[in-house]
């Protein structure tokens, strides 16, 4: 047997030292040997202490855990020693794995990833049928062409980019991440370095001192274009010149520099304002052998290579001939409204935010696509008027935000009653919430196809096709 490993859970770590003790002389503590039964939606173990869940860091299904614990109005673990290992289990990649919290899965073999995976939709969407098999990667790392960084300095007083620790606003450094695209941590380094020779602080968000709040980089993965997007609190950059001339001199790949300005008290990473400090302040991109042009404040999928599964399986599901009118709903800069366009007599595509509908009528244009319009409106209020004028589409394609799709948006689609219905979804809890209202307003379920677009994550994308039943089919009896 390996060497026992003693786990503590991160939020005990947070805890100040003073407080702790103070319980522990209060409460007094107990021991327990358990099996952990399997993962929760969050990829944590779960675990029984007397009736009560408790969730574990870093333990899998059938692994044995000695806790140590305490009980007031419920159980609280406060170490955990693991005493034997799954089969499943391997060594994390990443040396900051226990610490970053951006891949929680990087300890489970990318086989097992992918059974939980599809076991987590199986449970959430096996009511409404067969969950298909889930489409994995050949090659399950550096996959994300777009990353957001955050700064800090380190007790040298360095400049240092990371991302915030799980559930805190402390930045973990990093000098490489095995799902991003190894060019953005390279870029990452030469920033931290400039931004250190020319004291260009980081901002504090506590103290609201300083000027770099974030970077965001984007990667085309066919044309190896690089945007780089600099957050600042200010308007105001010193030696904002020598920095941009100093970072493309070190990086010739990258095609563009954008200064963005946020200087709200906000989680939200971009603001409105923005300036363009080099280049067209744009990228280039393929995907599904179109191309397509992407901004910093661009919705384009973050692993290329399961995008283009994810569409083809989503125009396979669509069936589409040729003859189909079809509503893009939450169309973004165009991606999946141009693959359709190629296989319909017609597209519309709906979007809110104006900037990617600006985007998404020059992609139609650069791919010289004449059948595909542009409209910026909200989707549910869009659909309800072609409701009212009676308008028909024959397909409709939706891929809300992990919110889903609210009440009133389902009610318009509903209304306006097309065929078949491709439901993308990032999160398969909303799209079950809002399966069941679909499914109670005279549709069914046909297909559901998990895509594994967020390899070592817990995260999973779904496709879910969906027919309208016909009414001499569908009787309501008294």
């Known amino acids: 047997m390996k060497e026992k490993k003693k786990e503590t859970n991160k939020a005990l770590k947070k805890a100040p030292k003073k407080d702790l003790k103070k319980e522990q002389k209060k409460e007094p503590t107990y021991t327990l040997k358990t099996i952990c039964s399997r ?3 969050s990829g944590k173990g779960i675990v029984k202490i007397k009736n009560d869940k408790v969730l574990i860091e870093n333990l899998l299904p059938q692994e ?15 170490s955990a020693m693991r005493l034997s290992e799954s089969a499943d289990r391997v060594k994390p990649r990443c040396r900051i794995f226990d610490r970053c919290g951006g891949c929680q899965l990087q300890h489970v073999n990318y086989k097992a990833q992918l059974e939980w995976k599809k076991e987590k939709v199986q449970s959430l969407l096996g009511r409404y049928g067969q969950v298909q098999e889930i489409l994995g990667m050949e ?47 390279k870029i990452l380094n030469t920033l931290c370095e400039l931004m250190t020779k020319f004291r260009i602080e980081p901002y504090d968000e506590d103290k609201r001192t300083g000027l770099v709040r974030h970077c965001l980089i984007r990667i ?24 941009v001339q100093q970072l493309r001199s070190q990086h010739p790949e990258i095609t563009t520099i954008v200064m963005n300005v946020n200087n709200r008290s ?61 509503l893009d709903a939450y ?39 004449r059948n595909a319009w542009f409209v910026e409106a909200d989707a549910g209020l869009f659909m309800e008027q072609a409701a009212r004028e ?32 491709v439901y993308i979804s990032c999160n398969p809890s909303t799209q079950a919430r809002d399966l069941h209202h679909l499914t109670h307003e005279g549709y069914q379920v046909e297909a559901i196809v998990p895509v594994d677009l967020f390899p070592m994550t817990v995260h999973v994308e779904t496709i879910v096709l969906l027919s309208k039943l016909k009414s001499s089919k569908h009787m309501k009896l008294d």
């Not at 709906?350 to 009528?361: G, H, L, T, Y």
């Not at 394609?397 to 389902?410: K, N, V």
């Open 390 to 421: 009676g308008q028909r589409y024959d397909v409709v394609l939706m891929d809300p935000p992990r919110s889903g799709a609210d009440e009133r948006f389902l009610k318009s689609l509903c209304q306006l009653s097309p065929d078949r219905i």
């Open 331 to 369: 169309c973004g800069i165009g991606t999946i409204s141009l693959v359709a366009a190629q296989k319909a007599k017609e597209v519309v595509g709906v979007e809110v935010n104006p900037v990617s509908i600006k985007n998404a009528i020059e992609n139609a244009r650069v791919n010289h696509i």
């Open 220 to 243: 085309g993965h066919v044309s190896r274009e690089v945007l780089v997007c600099l957050v600042c609190a200010s308007p105001i950059f010193p030696a904002r010149k020598q920095l």
């Open 64 to 78: 044995e855990v000695e806790l140590e614990y305490t009980i007031k109005k419920e159980p609280k673990v406060i």
């Open 139 to 185: 090659e399950p790392w550096a996959y994300r062409n777009k990353v957001i960084a955050t700064f800090s300095l380190n007790k040298k007083g360095k400049v240092i980019a990371g991302i915030y620790e799980e559930d805190s606003h402390q930045v973990v450094p990093y000098s490489e991440c095995w799902i991003q695209d190894a060019m953005a941590a």
């Open 39 to 41: 993962l929760d939606a």
């Open 266 to 326: 906000t989680s939200i990473v971009l603001g409105q304002q923005e300036r363009v400090l080099s280049g067209t302040g744009k990228i280039q991109d393929q995907l599904c052998g179109l191309r397509f042009s992407i901004t910093a404040k661009s919705f384009y999928q973050i692993n290329t290579q399961q995008t283009e599964i994810l569409y083809y399986k989503a125009m396979e599901l669509a069936n589409l001939t040729g003859q189909e009118r079809v």
